[in-house]
């Protein structure tokens, strides 16, 4: 099944412990993205990567760092997480072909206490 | 970089009445995307319509690219479509999808 996995879906952490957030998609896709969702602010977009080894930053990229070694992957690295990081986090992944939807995984729910 | 407007922020409908949600954008596009939030926080795509009409079942969208805007229509609601409707596009020269703030849809039953 053509899918977006990110895990884990919920996550508690405190204040400046590092942490990770990873992101999986089987569908060969090029794009991969990541935002944060947010109420009355709708999807900001974090950092996105058009291929293995390049990314760039979105809108919201402060405090966040990502890599993309494989095209399969592209994790999302909290260095040292703060409270105003508690969100909600998608992953996107999808192809560079015209006419190609965006596909989402489930979403990580992270609160920073 | 580009704005994107989305209207109603809220609507609420009995079941079977039929919606218009607005998506405005403020330059030329060249990749329009509508996708529903369910519930559950699971997002869905519904469309890719940089222009034009297209028809899914009982939701159609329309972008008239050239006024900036595009419409999405549900018909004969179901409480099934209640959840946050999100419209996201990406500008010409860009690589970057921006997303509106949605609009909330309740169908009640």
């Known amino acids: 099944e053509a899918q977006v996995t990110q895990n884990p879906r919920y996550l508690i952490t405190v204040t400046g412990k590092k942490l990770t957030v990873t992101c999986s998609q089987n569908m060969n896709h090029e794009y991969m993205s990541w935002y944060r969702q947010d109420p009355g602010l709708g999807l900001r977009q974090i950092y996105y990567?058009?291929?293995?080894?390049?990314?760039d930053k979105g809108d919201v990229p402060e405090g966040y760092k990502v890599s993309r070694k494989e095209k399969r992957n592209f994790p999302l690295i909290l260095e040292s997480p703060s409270p105003n990081q508690t969100s909600l986090y998608f992953c996107?992944?999808?192809?560079?072909?015209?006419?190609?939807?965006?596909?989402f995984g489930n979403g990580t729910r992270l609160t920073v206490t | 970089g580009i704005q994107v407007e989305q209207s109603p922020p809220d609507l609420i409908l009995q079941e079977g009445a039929n919606s218009t949600l607005r998506c405005n954008f403020s330059?030329?596009?060249?990749?329009l995307q509508w996708f529903h939030q369910n519930p559950w926080g699971q997002l869905i795509n519904l469309f890719y319509?940089?222009?034009g009409t297209k028809q899914n079942g009982r939701l159609s969208a329309t972008t008239v690219a050239t006024e900036r805007y595009s419409l999405l229509y549900i018909s004969s609601s179901q409480t099934t479509d209640s959840g946050v409707y999100f419209c996201?596009?990406?500008?010409?020269?860009?690589?970057?999808?921006?997303f509106g703030t949605g609009t909330r849809l309740t169908v009640i039953p």
């Open positions: 990567s058009m291929n293995v080894e390049v990314t």
């Open positions: 996107a992944s999808s192809s560079r072909r015209d006419n190609s939807p965006l596909h």
């Open positions: 319509i940089p222009s």
């Open positions: 996201a596009v990406r500008e010409t020269g860009a690589n970057n999808l921006f």
């Open positions: 330059d030329s596009v060249n990749n």
